[in-house]
């Protein structure tokens, strides 16, 4: 999912001034591809062009430590105080601590160096296979590297350094790119070296800081879940009230990830509440919030909610049995037809007052088949095209359902109508508040055809004569409301 219901590998938008990774990532990416152009050079000059071979292999030689450097510039200057903020607010991240935990490059530069001081031709040969060998290892997880630094620590960046403080990591990240570059080409040349691995490798021990200690402390603490059965795991997450948690708990292995994604967890979808910041599962009251709405003083702090829960879906969706996308500002047509397609097991949809139209259910493969509650109140989109589409969805033999509303969708008509019929006989409750462009006559021939629905839970245009149970009916239900247009608005 993206971001808003947990971690994810897509990239955030931010300026490109506090990007710590880019330029020197670029940098790193052409010295790569020189050493994948070099290598065949090498090879052919091997036991023949001593003047070639030096020249080539010390284009490796000074590549491999400029790369070296670039991993120490990393640590000393990004992920150290990366490590010491998140130190500070107690956050405790492993990925953190893992970052050029396994490089290769020492291996790599003692190998180049075994290379060119090899005075026998057998000795040459062996130790240029095993450079080859190591080279290609290293290529094949480099770039992935790059783009884990990127995917996962400058949104960790980000999140907990402010704009300055992330220029000013940059800009020392730069200079110190610089000031190594000169530093390498000066002093790093295989004509001067010494064999000797002092300073080559850090002693990780002495030198494990203190956050990673933290770390592993609190990994080997979590390691105790990794003892109990699933059905603990399950209760245990059962607890969980805010989806974004799904996500977060996704992240920390496979099995966690599985349970997650357990259908019982995701019955209701909220989609509206979520949009606005309020991340539970449990409905709330929307209808003081769409007031605010109406007013222009509505908070949405969510608007990707949509496209996080599309990608989703595919995985949860067969076990989703309530949806609400009631009032949503930012829900289009296409995103609610790919819903739409993912939650066949759907009982209840509520669409009230949004904006979509016929397009969100024109689709055969949408299958609504277990639908038994439908809220369109406030609709003004809603036409007879949509309902026909509407029932194509529903409809299924023997089936039907037993709430709808389409109050306060003025739009529709008679036409309708006939369509309801087909998956309406066993409505107990239905609401046509607004509808004042439908007759009485067939307001009332549908209604007959609904064996369960008694007068009471009936309501209709005021303006409409000879409609179903006048005496009994429950009437419009829109003449006290400000959010549904009543049908005494359009009275002459």
Known sequence: MVEVLGPSLHQESFPPEIDVYRIPHNRMKQLVTSVIQILPEIQESLNF????LEKTLQVVYTTMW????HEIIENTVIMNKLKERLLSRKVYNQFVCNCH???DLVKIIDLVELVYSSSESNDRTF?????????????????????????IFQ?????YFDYDELKQIKDTVLIQHKEWKVKVDAEKSLKHFKRSHEG????????????CQEVFKTVSLESVTENLPDEILHEIFSYITDPRDFGRASMVCHRWNSISKTLQFWKNLPLSQWERGIWTFRNVELYDILLADKSGDGDYSEPAVYDAILELLPEVGNGTRTLSVSGSKFLTNTQMKKILKNVPGLVELDCSYTNICHISFNDPSIKLHNLEKLDMSGCRNVTDLMIELMVKRIKKEGYSMKWLSLSGCELLTDKCLAYLKTVSSNLECVDFSGCYKMSGIALKQFTDGCKNLRAEFISYCNLLEDGPDP????GCNNSD?????CCLTYKN
């Open 155 to 159: 949104p960790l960046l980000n999140e």
């Open 471 to 474: 005496l009994e009916a429950n």
């Open 101 to 103: 935990e396994d490089s």
């Open 127 to 151: 130790y240029w296979q095993k450079l080859q060998e190591a080279i290609y290892e290293f290529l094949d997880d480099f770039l992935p590297h790059m783009e884990e630094e990127e995917n």
């Open 49 to 52: 062009e001593q003047a070639i």
């Open 66 to 69: 400029e790369l070296k450097t």
């Open 200 to 211: 080559h490798e850090e002693n990780k021990e002495e030198n494990k800081d203190t956050y």
């Open 481 to 485: 409301c400000d959010m549904r247009p």
